[in-house]
């Protein structure tokens, strides 16, 4: 869940979620280490929603406003990650960067 150390919040791994997390990040590492292709395109455009998952599940209602930012921003995270994929060239690389740069906002 979400607990607090040295006065910052932080996400504590627990239980399947952090499982399947952790399955999830090793596989799209074994994938880019090996050269990329469909896994590796797979596993990071469902990064970003188990991420949230994770967040969602593991914190409890009501969720305050440091999670409401981190889901919001993952959400654009996801769609950096998976919205390029819809487009091609230079309108492919503006629609990742303009998502990502939301995401930090």
């Not at 990040?25 to 998952?53: I, K, N, R, S």
């Not at 993952?74 to 998976?82: F, N, V, Y």
């Amino acid at each position: 869940g979400l607990g607090r150390r040295n006065g910052r919040h932080v996400l504590r791994q627990e239980g399947e979620h952090a499982d399947a997390l952790d399955q999830l990040l090793l596989q799209l590492l074994v994938a880019q280490l090996a050269g990329g292709g469909t896994t590796a395109d797979t596993t990071q455009v469902l990064l970003m929603p188990l991420l949230a998952g994770v967040l969602w599940c593991e914190t409890t209602a009501p969720r305050g406003r440091l999670v409401s930012l981190v889901l919001a921003a993952l959400g654009l995270s996801w769609l950096g990650d998976s919205a390029p994929k819809l487009a091609s060239g230079d309108a492919a690389f503006l629609v990742m960067v303009g998502f990502f740069l939301l995401a930090q906002v």
